[in-house]
């Protein structure tokens, strides 16, 4: 039987998401390098733009977009689910993957470009053009890279930012290294799409990177140790996660990090995407909407409004609004004990779904 293709690369955020859960499902799948001529002749005649990770499956289907890859194999293998079936557990696992996805690729973004620069040059010179060597490919690297340089400022990696920026970060590796000295993966000893999330920011950029990954190991070697058990897992589909829905003591400050840093973006984007649609009817849903205020560490600045996030973050809010009683009772605790009541009331006037790689209004 034919296997599934991942195309994506080493040095991809999301690429390092998709390939730890693969690796976890024990996927028989094949990776490939996604380099300029994979661009032209499949990633963008499959969905209509360069983005990677793509899935290819045995069936010709093709899959962008890791959250979209991790449900597909999460309905067919529903045995060894990645998603937690307690509630509180489940709804930290949704925020968390959001977290790991749509907020951490703000401390990524800083260390690759102001602390890996040469390596990352170096690394987009090796995926979008092996046939070069030398300066030749380095140089290829270097233009290759200025698509995603271009946006780090405007994702909220600024100079002006930086100082705030690692305080958040460093502090962050201090509460999960606190985290996985006593717990192998964020809910137990089974990873959820919370540790997935997490993992496409932490290995690619974070761990990877030569500079950071010295940070990482000095100053956080358990968080180092959790990032290669999530790129290679010592037991494939086993574990599980902790029983009676505990939240371990040790991931609250994590959760109230993500509350305090992106919860405010997101109350934010639920509005600015409702005003958006009311000015714009008729048209389709663009990458980005507009500018916003963000505040890490006492400092604020403005970032760029992205409609996608609130996909990821209506996973959260449908989930929520799906509880009853009892488990609605405990996510509610849990989230006042985070600084996240606003979710428990968050009206979204304007959803959105996926159809065809396209984010549409649902
Ligand atoms: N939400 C997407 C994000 C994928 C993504 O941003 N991939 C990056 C590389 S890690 C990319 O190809 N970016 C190109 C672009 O943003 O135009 C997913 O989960 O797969």
Not at 116 to 121: G, L, P, S, V
Not at 128 to 144: I, M, R, S, Y
Not at 236 to 254: C, H, M, R, S
Request: charged content about 25%; hydrophobic content about 40%.
């Amino acid at each position: 039987m034919a296997k599934y293709i991942l195309y994506g690369g080493q040095l991809s955020y999301f690429t390092g998401k998709a390939r730890a859960y693969l690796n976890w499902k024990g996927v028989d799948y094949e990776e490939r390098l996604a380099t300029r001529d994979i661009y032209a002749s499949t990633i963008i005649p499959r969905i209509g733009y360069p983005m990677i990770p793509l899935l290819i499956t045995p069936d010709d289907e093709a899959i962008q977009d890791t959250t979209e890859i991790i449900d597909y194999f999460e309905a067919r293998e529903p045995a060894s689910s990645v998603i937690p079936t307690g509630a509180k557990q489940r709804l930290a696992a949704h925020l968390l993957e959001l977290f790991g996805d749509e907020w951490l690729v703000i401390p990524a973004m800083h260390y690759r470009w102001a602390h890996n620069r040469d390596f990352a040059y170096s690394e987009f010179g090796k995926i979008t053009a092996p046939e070069l060597v030398g300066d030749a490919q380095f140089e290829a690297g270097k233009k290759a890279a200025e698509k995603f340089q271009g946006v780090v400022a405007v994702l909220g990696a600024t100079p002006e930012m930086a100082p705030a920026i690692e305080e958040s970060y460093e502090a962050l590796l201090d509460e999960l290294n606190a985290h996985f000295s006593v717990h192998p993966y964020l809910f137990g000893s089974r990873p959820s799409i919370g540790d997935f999330g997490l993992v496409g920011p932490l290995y690619a950029h974070l761990y990877r990177d030569p500079a950071s990954g010295d940070l990482m190991k000095s100053r956080a070697p358990e968080v180092a140790k959790w990032v290669e058990r999530m790129q290679s897992p010592p037991e494939p589909k086993g574990g599980a996660f902790l029983a009676n829905d505990e939240i371990p003591e040790t991931l609250l400050p994590v959760l109230r990090r993500m509350m305090r840093e992106q919860g405010p973006c997101l109350v934010n984007l639920v509005e600015q995407l409702s005003a958006w649609k009311q000015a714009n009817p008729g048209t389709d849903i663009p990458r980005m909407i507009g500018m916003q205020p963000f505040t890490v560490e006492g400092k604020t600045a403005q970032r760029i409004v992205l409609p996608y996030t609130q996909w990821m973050l209506q996973h959260a809010t449908d989930y929520f609004a799906s509880l009853e009683g009892d488990a609605r009772d405990a996510v509610v605790g849990l989230l006042e004990s985070i600084g996240g009541e606003w979710l428990t009331d968050l009206d979204i006037p304007a959803p959105v779904k996926r159809e065809n790689h396209k984010l549409v209004w649902a």
